[in-house]
């Protein structure tokens, strides 16, 4: 799993950022989202313009450059800060698997331009290159007779050292391989997706599909059907055959059926979206869901951030502006975070004052308790 994360000199983040999980507090309730002592399910505020968006992406950066799944380049425009004079953006990801510490560093230009990468594994580094020097070693067991740089220029050059010697190399069945597939695989299966755009999502899968011909794949409408019902939608739900060989889900009425896109409000559309990527957030490592109840009643909002507490091993963060979430029954302090000028800190270490489940989270953040 994640446990900190640094970035500097990406978009907004001018100076060195670090959201930090691994840092959980001594609370007695609530225990089912910390693991290992991590943080495993978060809520992200800020006012507008503060960096949610921009962290998510500065954290999906490594989707871009480590796998071949679903990547949106034009998100990444503007990649420097734009009032910095350094000429790369560096990132740090510190990860744990089975006790093992994984730190993997780089640094880029622009989103596909490395110019240095290095992995630690349990304090000693197994992987370092530095594209501009064209020269690097690596000295995992299985992996020592790769070949990480040549003398003749080629598009490989730019392709990422991990990447190569995760696709070449027949790596030895040791400690320190297996923490190494285990933070590609962590990486392979990162998920961040926005409310309400079935087309834009980044990592864990690959090409565009429609979210209700998915729930219908997975034999789900029944299961959607009621789902929606506890969410206080009540349709009768059905399939019908639109295409040769295709389904799509309608709706029935008296006067006859519809399709479900056509009647559903912009909350329904978002709220079907979202159980189509619940469906498959178990298989996902780290999700990401960007605003994800822009368009909630807050009721609804703080039943979503339920439903993903029950996902075990899942780590799942989302972005609001939602204060109503600000609850100690929903979640809890270390687990509440604030992003504001370069700097992101869980409510309990944002506070002077010791956070209990007694104390009122939403009337402290309004009253600016979590204000440096």
Not at 23 to 30: D, G, K, L
Not at 327 to 353: C, G, H, Q, T
Request: aromatic content about 14%; charged content about 25%.
């Amino acid at each position: 799993m994640l446990k900190r994360f640094s970035v500097t000199n990406f978009k907004n983040f001018e100076n060195k950022t670090t959201f930090c999980l691994d840092s959980a507090a001594n609370y007695e309730f609530n225990s089912d989202i910390v693991q290992n002592g991590c943080i495993t399910k978060g809520l992200i505020f800020g006012i507008n313009g503060s960096g949610k968006s921009n962290l998510a992406l500065a954290i999906f950066d490594i989707v871009l450059h480590l796998t071949d799944k679903q990547r949106n380049f034009d998100k990444y425009e503007l990649y420097l800060n734009l009032d910095s004079k350094k000429p790369t953006a560096e990132f740090e990801y510190v990860f744990c698997f089975d006790g093992n510490e994984v730190v993997y560093k780089y640094s880029k230009t622009a989103p596909i331009n490395l110019t240095y990468e290095s992995v630690s594994i349990n304090g000693k580094e197994v992987l370092n290159y530095d594209f501009q020097l064209r020269k690097g070693y690596t000295s995992l067991s299985g992996a020592e007779n790769l070949q990480l740089s040549s003398s003749l220029m080629t598009e490989a050059d730019k392709l990422s050292r991990v990447k190569y010697v995760k696709s070449n190399a027949i790596l030895q069945d040791n400690k320190e391989n297996r923490a190494f597939i285990a933070f590609t695989s962590f990486v392979d299966n990162m998920l961040m997706f926005y409310s309400l755009d079935q087309r834009r999502y980044q990592g864990f899968s690959v090409g565009v599909d429609s979210y209700t011909q998915g729930i219908i794949r997975e034999g789900k409408t029944k299961d959607f059907e009621i789902f929606l019902k506890s969410q206080g939608v009540d349709y009768n739900l059905e399939e019908r055959e639109v295409v040769s060989g295709i389904k799509e889900l309608f709706c029935k009425f008296e006067s006859g059926s519809v399709p479900f896109s056509s009647v559903a409000s912009t909350g329904t559309n978002s709220l079907a979206l979202f159980y189509y990527w619940y469906l498959y957030m178990s298989k996902a490592s780290f999700v990401f869901i960007d605003e994800y109840d822009a368009f909630y009643h807050f009721e609804l909002s703080q039943e979503l951030v339920k439903l993903v507490k029950t996902l075990p091993n899942t780590q799942v963060f989302l972005s609001s502006h939602n204060t109503d979430l600000l609850s100690n029954d929903l979640l809890r302090p270390d687990a509440y975070f604030k992003i504001e000028d370069n700097n992101i800190k869980s409510f309990d270490k944002a506070s002077v004052k010791e956070l209990r489940r007694a104390h009122n989270l939403q009337k402290m953040y309004k009253a600016g308790s979590f204000n440096e």
